[in-house]
Nanobody
Framework: VQLQASGGGLVQAGGSLRLSCAASGRTFSSAVMAWFRQSHAKEREFVAA????????YYADSVKGRFTISRDTGKNTVYLQMDKLQPEDTATYYCAKNRGGLSFSSTEYDDWGQGTQVTVSS
């Protein structure tokens, strides 16, 4: 399985970006797709996740109400709509796939995209 992330960039505080992550191969309904982020000198942290089959979503408290995760099963793609971006959202964002189900720990995820940089200026 390969995950190809895209959509990062530079945006001013209060702005929006939409990240995409296209997965090769089949994604089973039991899988969970997630976004994590990692900024300088920090550990990779959970941002949002979605159950592939039923579409239920989960968010970190820091992004709840500002970010929206969604998926297009026909395109085998997961999205992260990021609104009201703040400088503290600056990080490299990674999409990941967990074949075993939901987890908020990056160590539980099987496949990773290459990361896309998001920079929010104040």
């Amino acid at each position: 399985v390969q995950l190809q992330a895209s959509g990062g960039g530079l945006v001013q505080a209060g702005g929006s970006l939409r990240l995409s992550c296209a997965a090769s191969g089949r994604t089973f309904s039991s899988a969970v797709m997630a976004w994590f982020r990692q900024s300088h000198a920090k550990e990779r942290e959970f941002v949002a996740a979605i159950r592939w089959g039923v579409g239920r979503t989960y968010y970190a408290d820091s992004v709840k109400g500002r970010f929206t995760i969604s998926r297009d099963t026909g395109k085998n793609t997961v999205y992260l709509q990021m609104d009201k971006l703040q400088p503290e959202d600056t990080a490299t964002y990674y999409c990941a796939k967990n074949r075993g189900g939901l987890s908020f720990s990056s160590t539980e995820y099987d496949d990773w995209g290459q990361g896309t940089q998001v920079t929010v200026s104040s």
